[in-house]
């Protein structure tokens, strides 16, 4: 980490008349990191071209989000079930992803805690995770070509993309956390929730995802230099030991990340109950279509859809592209925007522009049941991009900051991948629940239900999110 134990200095905002620490000398100085040859940002630009390197370079730790994103993009449940799942078991196979993060985050976060190599501890991870997804996407891309064993190769790749997905982001989003000052933390990590939107457009345009990946991960691994951290004598480091500290952390939770954790765990719980159901809530709630071809139907048969419930199917896919295209713009710009406004210190209250954010989802969730039509059916899938952009975002600055100010008092730098392991834990725990829950409420009770009930899991997380302690120096 880019900091060392230091004297704060004390500052009061006069314009809020909010007393806050401004951390002017724990952080690296520009000579300390040039004598150990590592990335190194600004934490107090003042010129303008200060702040823009700055911003260039935080850009930079956030990039390989692009590629990131290009991978979830094509991972949706009607591209499933055209590869012969059914509805359900397409429904189901989401829980790889909660799985995946629960099993391979907290070996890959406090694996690169423990590495000691000349790379530093997050790169040789992003490099390893990049290597494996290129092998499980050449997989899934040719998965339709192998005849009968294409679905099981398919259900495969799918399932260990989400490993190599975890492989690449919980060392990307420590590395954040690692570069970025205290006071952009959040700029930071608004940042990496930004690049999803350009990483949409760019695999629309170009549908190159492997090259997308190898382009973008590449520059950040190659253009980051990381400090080399000797490895102590006689350290050992075992998989089973990275869940034994996962889960004796978990009775060492304090108040202020037992909130973090209720906020995201709701977050999460609407988050994933929405994602899985979208695709079929445009095509079959919105459109009302049925999506198997009368003209497929064998002769002497009677056909399970009408032509004008298979024509509104087609037009339910079609929106689902247009929405996506266009949520893209509006990512860039609702985590963009926040992202230059945090940089340059105008926006200071994390906290209430996340609640904020929650509850406009929370809206979007619950207004579906009482307004119908396409056009709302472009604002629900547009509006999303709202709250995903604060729950991509907020919890990993706000556990950044937690991170870093507990690394100051303590002098030990190699806590940030564990703390992120755990922050998961209140990610995956809801993603497996809510599957499961979703499954079968969109069988026997409807989808419409399913959209009520993540309105009440944002609306819970809104609430809660007004409570966060941002950090030990602000003041409610």
């Not at 000579?31 to 990335?39: Q, R, T, V």
């Not at 976060?109 to 990049?130: A, V």
């Not at 492997?210 to 973008?216: D, E, K, M």
Request: aromatic letters at 10%; one cysteine or more.
């Amino acid at each position: 980490m880019s900091f060392d134990k230091k004297d704060d200095e004390s500052v009061t905002n006069l314009e809020s008349g909010e007393a806050f620490v401004e951390e002017k000398d724990n952080y690296m100085t520009k000579e300390e990191a040039e004598a150990k040859g590592i990335f190194w940002i600004n934490p107090h630009p003042e010129t303008r071209k200060d702040k823009m390197t700055a911003y260039a370079k935080l850009a930079l730790l956030a990039l390989p989000w692009v590629g990131v994103q290009c991978i979830w993009t094509k991972t949706t449940t009607h591209n499933l079930i055209a590869t012969g799942l059914g509805e359900k078991a397409a429904s189901n196979i989401w829980l790889s992803g909660p799985l995946m993060g629960f099993f391979v985050a907290p070996i890959v976060g406090s694996l690169s805690d423990k590495t000691h190599l000349k790379m530093g501890r997050r790169r040789p991870w992003m490099i390893i995770g990049l290597i494996l997804l290129a092998l499980f996407s050449m997989l899934l891309a040719n998965s339709k070509s192998m005849g009968s064993a294409g679905l099981a190769v398919a259900m495969t790749s799918f399932i260990c993309l989400d490993g190599c997905i975890n492989v690449i982001q919980t060392p990307l989003r420590a590395l954040i956390a690692d570069f970025a000052p205290p006071s952009q933390q959040s700029s930071g990590q608004l940042m990496a929730a930004t690049f999803p939107g350009v990483g949409g457009l760019v695999l629309v345009l170009f549908c190159l995802v492997l090259l997308v990946n190898i382009l973008f991960v590449g520059a950040a691994v190659f253009l980051v230099t990381e400090e080399h951290i000797p490895k102590v004598e006689g350290e050992k480091h075992s998989l089973a030991e990275s869940f034994i500290h996962l889960f004796a952390s978990i009775k060492e939770l304090t108040g202020k990340l037992i909130i973090v954790g209720i906020t995201v765990f709701f977050c999460w719980w609407g988050l994933f109950g929405w994602w899985p159901v979208s695709s079929n809530w445009y095509t079959e709630v919105v459109m009302q279509g049925c999506g198997v071809n009368p003209a497929d139907t064998p002769v002497g048969e009677t056909p399970v859809c009408s032509q004008e419930d298979y024509d509104n199917y087609s037009e339910g896919l079609e929106i689902i592209a247009n929405v996506n295209i266009l949520a893209n713009f509006m990512q860039i710009v609702i985590s963009g925007g926040p992202s230059m406004l945090m940089n340059r210190g105008i926006l200071v209250k994390t906290r209430f522009v996340w609640s904020a954010l929650l509850a406009f989802g929370c809206f979007l969730m619950i207004g579906s049941t009482f307004i119908t039509g396409s056009a709302y059916a472009y604002a629900v899938g547009i509006g999303m991009v709202i709250p995903i952009s604060g729950i991509n975002a907020f919890p990993f600055a706000i556990v950044g900051k937690y991170s870093q100010e507990d690394d100051k008092e303590s002098g030990d730098e190699a806590k940030v991948g564990a703390q992120f392991s755990l922050l998961n834990l209140f990610i995956v725990v809801p993603q497996i629940i809510v599957t499961l829950v979703v499954a079968e409420m969109r069988v026997s009770i409807g989808l419409e239900a399913v959209m009520v009930m993540n309105g009440v899991a944002f609306g819970i997380a809104a609430i809660v999110a007004i409570f966060i302690r941002e950090n030990s120096n602000y003041k409610f």
